[in-house]
C-alpha cells in the first residue's frame, strides 16, 4: 500500500521530532500533516 510508504516515510522524517515530543507529550503519538 501506498499509503504505508508515505506512514514509514513520515515516520523516518519526523523521527527525532516524534522522540522530542515524546518529551512533552508522554505520547507516542505523532499527526502526520504532509
Known amino acids: ?3 504505508e510508504e508515505n ?3 513520515a515516520m523516518n522524517k519526523t523521527e527525532k ?3 522530542k515530543r515524546e518529551l512533552y507529550t508522554g505520547q507516542d ?3 502526520d500533516t504532509v
Open 1 to 3: 500500500l501506498e499509503a
Open 17 to 19: 521530532y516524534r522522540k
Open 7 to 9: 506512514k514509514k516515510a
Open 29 to 31: 503519538t505523532v499527526i
